[in-house]
Nanobody, 125 residues
Framework: QVQLIESGGGPVQAGGSLKLSCAASGRAGDVRAWFRQAPGKEREFVAQTNWSGKNTYYADSVKGRFTISIDNVKNTVYLQMNFLKPEDTAVYYC????????????????????WGQGTQVTVSS
């Protein structure tokens, strides 16, 4: 059974930075991603990477501010978030799925088999 455990969330002022971590137990798969969900809104895609870390994809809203990376030795995915805005406030979830096809972006949360419990990020203005 694969478990994903997020950490690194918390309060931060606008313009600040946070780094989220998602540690996996077991083989989580070839695609690792971050999603977020704000109160009253649907869960939305943030970023994805494949197992190599060389193929990444970002939502337009975070492009240039967030960076996803992977450490296969630690079986951990990171989300470095810079220049945070109040609208980035949400619960952030990491997700994983088994198979990655080159050139494909996996922005639909329903295709992911494994999810973490979420970590709260609150950005104050």
């Amino acid at each position: 059974q694969v478990q994903l455990i997020e950490s690194g969330g918390g309060p931060v002022q606008a313009g600040g930075s946070l780094k989220l971590s998602c540690a996996a137990s077991g083989r989580a798969g070839d695609v690792r991603a971050w999603f977020r969900q704000a109160p009253g809104k649907e869960r939305e895609f943030v970023a994805q990477t494949n197992w190599s870390g060389k193929n990444t994809y970002y939502a337009d809203s975070v492009k240039g501010r967030f960076t996803i990376s992977i450490d296969n030795v630690k079986n951990t995915v990171y989300l470095q978030m810079n220049f945070l805005k109040p609208e980035d406030t949400a619960v952030y979830y990491c997700a994983a799925k088994s198979i990655w096809y080159s050139g494909t972006s996996y922005t639909d949360p329903s295709v992911y088999a494994y999810w973490g419990q979420g970590t709260q990020v609150t950005v104050s203005s």
